[in-house]
């Protein structure tokens, strides 16, 4: 039984163990080997449920992100509430859940590689960076549909209003232990900034 539990575990130690190496190494320098020794079992055993480094990493992008991503959507889909308060909750978990966890390390990951191994940015752009785009940008055309931000919200660039959760999460990963970030506040200031923009009528 004991073993039993240990394999339902196991794909997800394994991408835990990834995370880890994957973020040490680089994608480069990243072995299975060295995967398999972190997660304390042997390379066959990753064999079983990942085929190659390539569908390892790409996994263990979707098990940090996806999930929250999901989350992000879902309150999307939801009638009731205004644009603000949607948008603020979809922050949040970006921040709660991702900036704040070691799935900060990803962005880094994606940025510090994406120049050698393009194929990986373009997985990330396509699985995880238009997804989000998309879902915020459906609640500032809702926003502007009821009223709440200006007209010319429209014509914004999605990186704008995301890219101050990545220098979150670079900051983070790189400069956290010279100068550590409160990221309660830093989130309150980005919301802050955000729905002033979005707000103030042109």
């Known amino acids: 039984m004991r073993n ?4 339902v575990h196991r794909p997800g130690e394994i991408l835990s163990a990834a995370l880890e190496v994957f973020s040490i190494n680089g994608y480069a320098g990243t072995r299975l080997d060295d995967v398999a020794e972190r997660a304390g079992i042997s390379k066959g055993t990753i064999y079983l449920y990942f085929n190659s480094k390539e ?3 790409h996994e263990m992008v979707r098990h940090w992100i996806l999930p929250q991503l999901e989350k992000i959507e879902q309150i999307g889909k939801q009638p009731a509430g205004s644009s603000e308060d949607i948008l603020r909750k ?3 978990i970006i921040y709660e859940d991702l900036v704040s966890t070691d799935a900060s390390r990803i962005p880094k ?3 510090s590689e994406g120049t050698r191994f393009p194929e990986l940015a373009e997985f990330y752009y ?5 997804r989000a785009h998309e879902a915020m ?3 500032v055309k809702r926003g502007v549909a009821t009223g709440e931000f200006r007209p010319s919200a429209l014509n914004w660039q999605m990186q704008a209003i995301l890219s101050p959760a990545l220098t979150a999460a670079l900051w983070k990963t790189v400069f ?3 100068s550590p970030l409160d990221l309660k506040a830093y989130f309150q200031t980005h919301i802050d900034l955000l729905l002033h923009g979005l707000k103030e009528k042109s």
Do not use: P, S, T
């Open 137 to 139: 940008h459906e609640i």
């Open 109 to 111: 990951l994606i940025i």
């Open 176 to 178: 956290n232990r010279f």
């Open 4 to 7: 039993a539990r240990r394999k």
């Open 90 to 92: 979809q922050l949040k």
């Open 55 to 57: 569908v390892l990493f």
């Open 126 to 130: 396509q699985e995880i960076i238009i």
